[in-house]
């Protein structure tokens, strides 16, 4: 098993900025930022869509280590030019993720994922920033996320939609400003501490603990997630690979599909118990298929996933059971 922390470095030292390292695919990302020997500044603002103890423990690692600096504070309101203060590379991952909230409360998603980085964009203009690596999503293509970049982006959820903006504004920042940007887009993140609100850790929680699982659909919705780690090296070679990478759109899934109802037996077969489900209608937001075409990611960032749905589910599965860390929401959302 291919391990996050794992370091690959082969250049020099660098200072950099990643938002939203608190969070899941941040707080990865961060202890191989630090694994590499770079200075990492952290900044998350703890949003409480799940809950502070679980971002606390993503971050312990990391705190343990003299090259990491962390501030707690909100895009949409901090002073973040001093933050910026001689990082070379920003890697923007802090955003409200999840489909569901997204149409309870749009306001809180337009202005975290839309104007925090508008926010993030006019200080990193004003800065010596070199690279401003921007996280976004197969949501921003919509129910279906098949193919390569070249596919049409139809967002059905107000977080795929806040999310392709903010994709705009790096482009139009770059457009006006000359910020040199690149976008990730990441197809279904999976793995130790994935979010508790996201389909495979509610799946795994309530499998361990005998409980009813909420299928939203017939089950023959297919993904193409992606190992955290995968996404963590793919992140890495976006910074290391600069020039290959610049101003382009590159989608980062797993390179293998799966339905839920194979995932499901899967995890029945990973944890020894039966999965005990309830049907439901699908929901308004769910993508139908999502399989990412990631031959761009070979060619410009040499991105090859190197982790089975098998291996990463065990892996994740040995997290959720060695830990409390997958309580709160029980929502059901995806991204
Ligand atoms: N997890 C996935 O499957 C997946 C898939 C596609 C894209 N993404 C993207 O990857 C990124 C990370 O997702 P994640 O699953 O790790 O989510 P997460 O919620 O675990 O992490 C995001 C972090 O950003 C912080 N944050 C949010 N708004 C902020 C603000 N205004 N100021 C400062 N901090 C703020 C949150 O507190 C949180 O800790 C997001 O941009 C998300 O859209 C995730």
């Not at 690979?241 to 293998?256: P, S, T």
């Not at 990631?294 to 040499?302: E, G, N, V, Y």
């Amino acid at each position: 098993m291919k391990q996050a922390s794992l370091s690959k470095n082969s250049e020099s030292p660098r200072r950099v900025l990643v938002t939203g390292a608190a969070g899941f695919v941040g707080s990865h990302l961060v202890e191989r930022l630090l694994a590499d020997g770079h200075q990492v500044v952290g900044l998350d603002a703890f949003l409480p869509y799940y809950p502070r103890p679980l971002k606390e423990a993503n971050l312990t690692a990391a705190r343990a280590n003299p090259r990491f600096t962390f501030h707690e504070c909100d895009l949409r309101d901090a002073h973040l030019e001093p933050l910026l203060a001689n990082c070379e590379v920003i890697f923007h991952l802090a955003a409200m993720p999840g489909l569901m909230l997204s149409w309870q409360d749009v306001p809180l998603y337009a202005s975290c994922n839309i104007l925090g980085t508008q926010r993030l964009l006019e200080a990193a203009r004003h800065s010596d920033i070199q690279h401003l690596i921007h996280v976004s999503t197969s949501s921003a293509y919509g129910v279906e996320a098949c193919g390569t970049e070249e596919a049409p982006t139809r967002p059905i959820s107000p977080y795929g939609i806040t999310k392709l903006a903010a994709e705009h504004l790096c482009q139009a920042y770059a457009h006006n400003f000359g910020l040199p940007y690149t976008i990730l887009r990441y197809f279904s993140v999976y793995g130790p501490r994935q979010r508790p609100d996201m389909a495979y850790n509610i799946l795994i929680r309530t499998l361990l603990a005998g409980q009813v699982f909420s299928l939203y659909g017939d089950g023959a919705q297919s993904r193409g997630n992606t190992y955290v780690a995968d996404a963590v090296d793919a992140t890495v070679s976006a910074m290391e690979r600069r020039a290959a990478c610049l101003g382009e759109i590159i989608n980062i899934g797993g390179g293998q599909v799966v339905t839920l109802r194979e995932t499901i037996a899967l995890l029945e077969e990973l944890t020894g118990r039966t999965a005990r489900i309830e049907y439901h209608p699908p929901r308004p937001g769910d993508q139908r298929h999502t399989a990412a075409d990631i031959s761009k990611a070979a060619r410009l960032l040499d991105y090859h996933p190197a982790t089975t749905v098998r291996a990463g589910l065990a892996a994740q599965v040995q997290w959720q059971t060695g830990s409390s860390h997958s309580g709160g929401v029980a929502t059901g959302a995806e991204r």
